[in-house]
């Protein structure tokens, strides 16, 4: 039995009635929210090359983020010992 072939409508389904929605239909009323509140990050062409898929993107970016807070901590321990010694 082959299957019937559905002709996409711009229109409401026949149970739906216009008269009882309170406002006004709008397509993507709600695209703009959505948009703003997603997490999806685009990756420019050149990176996505490097990176396989999310998994490594993420482990880059975690070790990433390892490295700059050490990195930090340093320069605070340092920096402090160093104001010491010229104080004194």
Do not use: C, W
Not at 37 to 60: I, M
């Amino acid at each position: 039995m082959k299957k019937v072939k559905q002709i996409e409508k711009d229109e409401l389904r026949a149970e739906y009635k216009r008269s009882d929605f309170p406002e006004p239909l709008v397509r993507g009323k709600y695209a703009k929210r959505i948009s703003e509140s997603s997490n999806v990050v685009v990756l420019d062409p050149e990176v996505s090359e490097v990176f396989p898929n999310e998994e490594a993107v993420n482990t880059a970016l975690l070790s990433l983020i390892k490295l700059a807070q050490k990195t930090v901590r340093l320069t605070r321990r340092s920096s402090g010992r160093a104001k010491k010694l010229h104080a004194a």
